[in-house]
């Protein structure tokens, strides 16, 4: 069995609660991953129970990437 997460996850900014998905790279299950927008980089940190970033004065939240469970060989 092995854990797989995909490189994309859904960012909500805190003041509108608009969302979008971003790319993600880096990611560290509960401590944090890099989130690129465009060419602008989000450094999103674990707070214990969602991934917290800011960038531009914006506060962006995420519960981050998908994970993918795959059974049998590999």
Known sequence: MK????????LT???NEMSIEAEIDNFREGKGFDAFLATNKIPMKW??????????GMEFTSTGPKER??????
């Not at 707070?47 to 531009?56: D, E, F, L, M, S």
């Open 3 to 10: 854990i797989i997460f995909d490189n994309k996850a859904m």
């Open 13 to 15: 900014n805190t003041r």
């Open 47 to 56: 707070n214990g129970k969602i991934y917290v970033g800011n960038a531009h």
């Open 69 to 74: 469970i795959i059974k049998g060989r590999f």
